[in-house]
């Protein structure tokens, strides 16, 4: 039903018997392991749906700095400033290789921008929650690079070539984040009482966000099917939110902080964690742009767009200038 409400382009899996014969070309190179390059033939469609998660993927990595970016100057300690200072500063390069990425498949950066600030494009609803306390840098750190990690390790093996290699460097620099969130939270948990409430707070306001992270349950998802049968995605949003709770629980038991959800048990029979679904209702108001955080992080965007405007310019005028007095020599 929700899906419904989602504005998409998702279409429905097309039968091998009614693809073209470039089609059906294609999607054996697919089933075949190989790496799709930015020159080869491609269906509109998966071209499509590439830039769409793609540049969302971008814009996540940018947008995800500002919560953080709120409290680097106010880490405790200058050792936590400069971690947190080169973990903001690893999600602007990962933007970056993700903007090339999408770049090879025929869109600009200024496009995907545009897209972005006028709702066309979005990204991912985990950075329109608050970060109200420094534990929050914990979670985020924790779980919220911990589900990154979990969705985009497959993702080294999608079937485009650049997307693909920029998940590498991505993936290994989440390492690093997920390990100083979980540092933070360590530090809290063993401090005082009331530092170990707040990072018991955290946990509790982050944890449903985090699990919406992996986007809407298998039976609302639109793109899933077709994602898959390009190999855009590995896993379904379900398999991989499972994933992130058996990973997850142990860690938090580790911390001595409690999952906040009173039906999370272990299902011998299934060999996996039982846990309750988030709250879909509120996942698809945050996404629909009525979460908390919604317009102050796409202001912050607006106003670095329109702030950056004058340096777009002088790099034309200069690039014109420069083509000018070439062409004057010749
Ligand atoms: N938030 O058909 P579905 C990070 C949308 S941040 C917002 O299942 P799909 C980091 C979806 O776009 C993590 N929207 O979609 C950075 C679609 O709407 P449209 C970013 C969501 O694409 C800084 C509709 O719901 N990671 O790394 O098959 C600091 C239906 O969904 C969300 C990526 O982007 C959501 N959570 O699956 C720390 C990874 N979920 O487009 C960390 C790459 C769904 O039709 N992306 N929607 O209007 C993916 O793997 C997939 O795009 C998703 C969604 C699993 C996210």
Known sequence: MYAQMVKST???????????????????RIDAGEKIEPKDYMPDGYRRNLIRQIGQHAHSEIVGQLPEGNWITR???LERKANLLAKVQDEAGHGLYLYCAAETLGVSRDEMTEMLLDGRMKYSSIFNYPTLTWADMGAVGWLVDGAAIMN???LQR??????????????????????????????MVNGTADQKRM??????????PALMMFG????????SAQSMAWRIKMNTNDELRQK??????????????????????????????DFTEPDWAEFFEVISGNGPCNVDRLNARQKAW???????????????????????AE
């Open 10 to 28: 998702g279409k429905g899996l097309v039968a091998r018997e009614d693809m073209s014969f470039e089609d059906r070309a294609f999607q054996d």
């Open 216 to 223: 809407p349950s298998d039976k609302d998802s639109v793109h």
């Open 244 to 273: 992130f709770v058996d990973e997850t629980v142990p860690q938090a038991e580790y911390l001595g902080l409690t999952i906040p959800d009173d039906d999370l048990q272990w299902n011998e029979d299934t060999g996996h964690y």
């Open 158 to 187: 999608t079937s485009y070539g650049p997307y693909a290699r920029a998940m590498v460097r991505i993936c290994k620099e989440e390492s690093f984040h997920q390990r100083q969130g979980f540092h933070i939270m360590m530090a």
């Open 152 to 154: 985009q390790v497959p």
């Open 75 to 77: 880490a405790p300690t």
């Open 306 to 328: 329109d702030d950056g405007a004058w340096v777009r310019e002088a790099m034309v005028a200069h690039a014109e200038k420069k083509a000018a007095r070439k062409q004057a």
């Open 199 to 208: 990072a018991q707070d955290a946990l509790n306001r982050f944890w449903y």
